[in-house]
């Protein structure tokens, strides 16, 4: 017996033989569950399989105890593979090793959200390989375009239908000027806002909206902008149809009125994005069926704003410069704008109904 087996490293659960393997590395598998539970319903017994050595050193502490931690190398896991002798194997996100194992098994294979790495390489023809970016399908061999199935998203918000909010920026948009709007703003978010319109506006002269989420902070949040000394207009206060062409930042202070907003601007930096500090979930959905450009900020822990950005369906930016640079790029370019909303759009309306589709496919397969 191996030292590894001694201490139960390549030891099989008993549960996990002959089971449905879910394999993928730790972040894939945090958001696994609803497609294990589904799975285990239409198919049997079914467990998750993490492949991530950074999990495996952490795995007493931080790792649910329906995971199995498979061994790292390449040899010590297509043997274990061999001896599980799985139903099937759904292969989750980018893995690296995913030839190696399609020759360790004669079962089934499915790869879920295979990345376009993959797509035109050679993984092997009984891979059943899905894809959650329209743009892949196109490439060569078959897949099938399920959408992501670890967003959960059966649904997609509607968008605001106040479109008569935007007519109030008419002088600004006559004076050629942009509108760039930081939404949903949580806490440490705000100063960045403020650092990037600074220098945004040295290159362009534009108007900052700001919408902070949680409305227990718009009075201190306006309070504590005031001391960088520029003309805002608070939208419940204004008392004229048009935002004056000297205003500097518009505030906005309800949750009806920051939906209908993101129709109005020429970027979109979504909030919860840019700090640690910020506890609410972003949205990126509102904003791309509004047809606005979004940037997302160095926060991508949220399953939505990582699948995003896996598909450029947003602009990423991981500090302040980059942020700059992203929305300048967006006001300067009409093209990269409507080429980078359709795009999102496309791939935010493929995401809908994505788990049951991959369950389907998965279940009914010959």
């Not at 309800?254 to 601007?265: F, G, I, S, V």
């Amino acid at each position: 017996m191996s030292l590894l087996s001694m201490f139960g490293l390549n030891k099989i659960p008993e549960d996990a033989r002959g089971a449905t393997l879910l394999i993928g590395d730790a972040d894939a598998l945090a958001w696994a569950e609803p497609l294990r539970a589904r799975l285990d319903e239409r198919v049997g017994r079914t467990r998750l399989a993490c492949l991530d050595s950074r999990a495996r050193d952490q795995a007493t502490t931080t790792q649910p105890p329906t995971t199995w931690m498979l061994p790292h190398s390449i040899g010590a896991l297509t043997r274990t593979l061999r001896r599980a002798a799985p139903a099937r194997l759904v292969l989750l996100g980018d893995i690296e090793a995913a030839a190696a194992l399609a020759k360790a098994v004669t079962c089934p294979i499915f790869w879920v959200n295979t990345p376009a790495s993959a797509i035109g390489g050679v993984t092997g023809e009984d891979i059943v390989r899905m894809v959650a970016d329209p743009e892949l399908c196109g490439a060569a061999g078959s897949v099938h375009l399920t959408g992501d199935p670890l967003l959960g998203i059966d649904a997609l918000p509607t968008p605001a239908t106040d479109h008569a909010i935007c007519e109030r920026f008419r002088d600004h948009r006559q004076g050629g000027r942009w509108i760039g709007y930081f939404a949903a703003t949580g806490a440490g978010e705000e100063r960045l806002a403020y650092g990037t319109f600074f220098k945004l506006t040295r290159r362009k002269m534009g108007l900052l909206v700001l919408a902070p989420f949680d409305p227990a902070r718009y009075e201190p949040v306006y309070r504590e902008a005031i001391k960088y000394h520029l003309p805002t207009n608070r939208h419940n206060r204004l008392s004229t149809s048009y935002v004056p062409i000297k205003s500097r930042v518009y505030y906005v202070e309800d949750p009806n009125t920051l939906e209908a907003m993101y129709r109005c601007a020429d970027f979109v930096v979504a909030g919860a994005t840019l700090s640690a500090e910020a506890a609410h979930a972003p949205d990126l959905l509102s904003p791309i069926l509004a047809g606005a450009p979004v940037i997302i900020g160095p926060e991508r822990r949220d399953p939505v704003v990582a699948a995003a950005a896996r598909a450029n369906a947003v602009v990423p930016a991981d500090d302040e410069d980059e942020l700059v640079e992203a929305a300048y790029r967006l006001v300067a370019d009409e093209a990269l704008r409507t080429e980078l909303t359709a795009r999102a759009r496309a791939w935010a309306e493929a995401q809908v109904g994505a788990l049951s589709r991959v369950v389907a496919l998965i279940a009914e397969a010959p």
